[in-house]
């Protein structure tokens, strides 16, 4: 009997949770505590996006298609907007998809608290994790629309329409920073959205007014010289225009318009998390 209390007195606990303010002080220790969490999370998203579906994850192609050839008929062919010498199709293509996966991880990370708010009220984690599932799901959808749309830059590249650049080996970086972006600017708006519901209203007119001062339908060549510097505080600007860059390689891309979009990043970003701590522990009060 004493050997048993001796023994249990000298369990330790791995997680203390308390209520003296500490829960924000997220580390990257405590996150990867909860990796398998963050995976679990991530898979049941992109399974119940496809859910009860005709074609199930042919949709995630079927999406891209048809808004680049809407696109393609609407700006090209009927408004015959320039596309700096590359094809329409292609155009379309590289800023769509690209837009997309930002509008839909914007969204997403938006309505994360609301839409978990099961979880919150029953169990521990930290909360950041939950943002993180749904910046990450749209990433993943990226990447495969990106590698069924890789034949037809491929195509486009033989037969000397599209010549891709030395900058498609930053890629990677520019995901980085549209994720970033996503991020930043979710945990804004979902950091508000518990107090105040109704500003989820506002997310499909913003995503439709970032559309609009975003190089998706045009070239940044169209925008008045006199009118860049403004336009270029958009961070998604610059980083469409690279993209789209990086594999065609024409346009109108400067380094010195990611330079801008780097910036502007940090501040969205820095701003997003810091609003999201500050909230952070009143969090289950508000849902």
């Avoid at 997680?15 to 999370?41: C, M, Q, T």
């Avoid at 919150?120 to 599932?133: A, D, S």
Wanted: glycine letters at 6%; charged letters at 10%; hydrophobic letters at 50%.
């Amino acid at each position: 009997m004493i050997n048993g209390l001796q023994s249990s007195s000298k369990q330790q606990w791995t997680n203390i949770v308390n209520a003296e303010g500490e829960s924000a002080n997220w580390s990257i220790r405590e996150l990867l505590n909860y990796k398998d969490l963050l995976f679990v999370l991530v898979k049941k998203d992109l399974s119940y996006s496809f859910k009860q579906t005709v074609l199930g994850p042919i949709w995630i192609i079927l999406n891209p298609i048809i808004s680049t050839l809407i696109f393609a008929l609407v700006f090209g062919f009927f408004a015959k907007v320039q596309t700096d010498n590359t094809p329409a199709i292609l155009f379309y293509l590289t800023g769509g998809i690209l837009y997309n996966y930002f509008a839909n991880s914007f969204v997403s990370v938006s309505n994360t608290l609301i839409s978990n708010n099961n979880i919150l009220n029953k169990v521990y984690i930290p909360r950041i994790i939950l943002p993180l599932v749904s910046g990450i799901t749209p990433l993943i959808k990226f990447l495969l629309v990106f590698i069924v749309s890789t034949p037809v830059f491929i195509y486009y590249t033989s037969i000397g329409k599209a010549n891709p650049s030395h900058w498609i080996y930053a890629i990677p970086f520019l995901l980085f920073l549209v994720f970033s972006i996503s991020l930043g600017l979710g945990l804004i708006f979902c950091s508000l959205m518990v107090r105040r519901r109704d500003l989820g209203v506002l997310l499909p007119f913003l995503t439709s007014i970032f559309t609009f001062v975003t190089p998706v339908f045009y070239p940044i060549s169209l925008v008045p010289h006199y009118l860049q510097k403004f336009y270029l505080l958009n961070p998604l600007a610059g980083i469409v225009e690279c993209f789209r860059y990086s594999i065609t390689g024409a346009g109108s891309f400067k380094p010195y318009m990611l330079v801008s979009s780097v910036v502007v990043t940090v501040v969205i970003f820095c701003t997003g998390l810091a609003l999201f701590r500050r909230i952070n522990d009143k969090i289950p009060d508000y849902i």
